[in-house]
């Protein structure tokens, strides 16, 4: 079996690149032709550009076989370890009980582990962030089931009526001590969450994405805001995990 997707003779099909998997937008840059009698592939996205040929009837290259998955080992962080989480974000205990934050045991270098939360507390994997600057990447993905794309979820004794989507799980664990809060784990809202949001009435959805990503939060609500009453776009000046202010743009 091959990660790649078999066009007839002749013809080019286009998927998402199973080696970079489109990055964090996961689009669709990954291109595989079937000349007849050989399969050439090629990833248009910067960052990855991988390309190979192989003939039709012959082997299939070991580098496009799948690959096992890598699943952490996680740990409970030290006394150390946690503050240094605290003191970067001044969290306070309630955010960081919200977050739960683990240390990952099998990394070369050393990373925190951010629960993934399903919609019902039940948790779905997780995300293993570099707290060391320049380390790249700064963040692995490691979800229990790839069909699962409904974010993080952070819930707030007010119920789902309105619900705020941000970026990372740090901003996410904050928000939801004022409004129930889903981390996308980027700045891309997957189809399935949309219609989840959709199918459960949200009335009012609030974008709050990082400061760097104000255009793309303004895209975004256009897409969706046919999908609910009311929608709104927070422009922030400093993004919510560095901003232990009250968010004042909910209250009001
Ligand atoms: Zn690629």
């Known amino acids: 079996m091959t990660l790649l997707t078999h066009p007839s003779p002749g013809t080019t099909s286009s998927t998402v690149c199973p080696f970079c998997n489109g990055g964090r937008t996961h689009e669709i840059s990954f291109n595989v032709t079937n000349t007849g009698t050989e399969i050439l592939y090629i990833c248009h996205r910067a960052s990855c550009g991988k390309s190979g040929r192989y003939f039709v009837d012959g082997d299939v290259p070991e580098d496009l076989f799948p690959k096992p998955r890598w699943k952490p080992q996680v740990r409970t962080p030290s006394k150390v370890e946690l503050q240094q989480l605290i003191d970067k974000y001044h969290l306070t205990p309630d955010e960081l009980s919200r977050l739960r934050p683990q240390m990952c045991v099998d990394t070369k270098q050393k990373r925190c582990w951010y629960p993934v939360f399903g919609p019902h507390g039940s948790t779905h994997g997780g995300v293993a962030r570099s707290l060391e600057p320049g380390v790249r990447p700064k963040v692995l993905t490691y979800l229990d089931d790839t069909s699962y794309h409904l974010g993080s979820w ?99």
């Open 154 to 252: 952070y819930l707030h004794t007010s119920g789902v009526e309105r619900i705020a989507l941000v970026e990372d799980q740090v901003s996410a664990a904050r928000l939801s001590g004022y409004v129930t809060t889903i981390a996308l784990m980027g700045a891309h809202l997957h189809h399935d969450l949309l219609m989840f949001l959709a199918r459960h009435r949200v009335k009012h959805l609030f974008i709050a994405l990082d400061s760097d990503a104000f255009d793309k939060a303004v895209k975004m609500s256009q897409s969706i805001s046919p999908y609910f009453p009311k929608t709104t776009v927070v422009p922030l000046d400093v993004d919510i995990k560095n901003d232990t202010r009250a968010p004042t743009w909910l209250i009001r």
